[in-house]
């Protein structure tokens, strides 16, 4: 992937800085491997502000990008403008969609935009080839991505198929509320991003959730009031 096209702030390719080093990569990255070296060394180097969009559905994928430092959300709309976020990427993690689209010279199908500052390194179409086929670092570090991310978007088609919106919101909010943490910052807009719905449809279980004591809603943060009703809901 590569910066494309301009963000809500107005960033597009030129904010571009070259910053990004292969000493930034993950440690199952590091390898002695000379043709590895070469590639690397003759990568372009990125790295783009927040809110950037990097690929858009329906274009052409210009390269592999290996991610040294921030994240990347990749979503699809759907035919009634509803966002819905397919998986994120940190360093060290794979496009699965990148990946698709280079192997099948086919369009890339989704759209991945930055989240944070993001400093990566992008391999072009025909060194993502080579290192497919001679380094077995990069190979083994795609096939493992590749069934990590199988399983993940396999779990996202089950709780879209069969599970009730509230249960699935549920089980967002505990993740993002974290081991101990009470206090969840973030909109209702963006939690029906998430999820593939409306503003509308998560204000009104928020609101459920409310009544029953679970959560208590204020402007920009949903606090947990009750771990153990929130729990109901994920099992209800």
Sequence with gaps: MQAMASGPEGNNASDMKHVASADSFPTDFHSDDSNWQTIVAAARNMSVP????????????????????????????????????????????????????????????????????????????????????????????????????????????QASAFQHLDMRLACLLATRAGGNGTAIHTTHQELARELGTTREVIS???????????????????DIVDGERLRDFRQD
């Design 50 to 157: 927040p809110d950037t969009v990097l690929m858009k559905s329906g274009e052409q994928c210009p390269g592999f990008m290996l991610i040294t430092n921030g994240s990347v959300r990749v979503f699809q709309y759907a035919e009634d403008g509803r966002e819905m976020t397919l998986y994120r990427l940190a360093p060290g993690d794979v496009c699965v969609m990148s990946l698709h689209a280079l192997i099948t010279n086919r369009p890339f199908e989704a759209i991945a935009c930055t989240e944070t500052e993001l400093q990566a390194l992008v391999l072009s179409p025909a060194q993502f080839a080579t290192a497919l086929e001679q380094c077995t670092v990069f190979r083994d570090h795609i096939l493992l991505h590749m069934s990590n991310r199988y399983c993940d978007m396999l779990s996202l088609v």
């Design 204 to 222: 009104r279980i928020l609101k459920e959730m409310e009544r029953a004591g679970t959560i208590r809603l204020a402007r920009g943060r949903i």
